[in-house]
Nanobody, 120 residues
Framework: VQLQASGGGSVETGGSLRLSCAAS????????MGWFRQAPGKEREFVAA????????VYADSVEGRFTLSRDNAKNTAYLQMNSLKPEDTAVYYC??????????????WGQGTQVTVSS
């Protein structure tokens, strides 16, 4: 599976962004999709994940209620809607894919990352 993340940018506190992750190469609906982020000097951390069928997503506590993960299997794309952004959300965001839903880092395929910067 090849993954292409996009949609990052710079916003002020309280703003919104929508990240997209376009997949190609395999049957998209076979794969759970996850989003992770890595801030400078910190380890990569889990943000959200959704099953291949598009069931109820799981979220990190830090983004619960502000971020919404969805997917459109007809378009081979997953979306991460990020609202009420905070400076601590600043990071490079990565999308990833694996066969089974997981909040761990053990994903098989990774996109290239897209930068999100939130200014105070």
């Amino acid at each position: 599976v090849q993954l292409q993340a996009s949609g990052g940018g710079s916003v002020e506190t309280g703003g919104s962004l929508r990240l997209s992750c376009a997949a190609s190469g395999r049957t998209f609906s076979y794969y759970a999709m996850g989003w992770f982020r890595q801030a400078p000097g910190k380890e990569r951390e889990f943000v959200a994940a959704i099953s291949g069928a598009g069931g109820i997503p799981v979220y990190a506590d830090s983004v619960e209620g502000r971020f919404t993960l969805s997917r459109d299997n007809a378009k081979n794309t997953a979306y991460l809607q990020m609202n009420s952004l905070k400076p601590e959300d600043t990071a490079v965001y990565y999308c990833a894919a694996r066969r089974r839903l997981s909040s761990g880092p053990d994903y098989d395929y990774w996109g290239q990352g897209t930068q999100v910067t939130v200014s105070s």
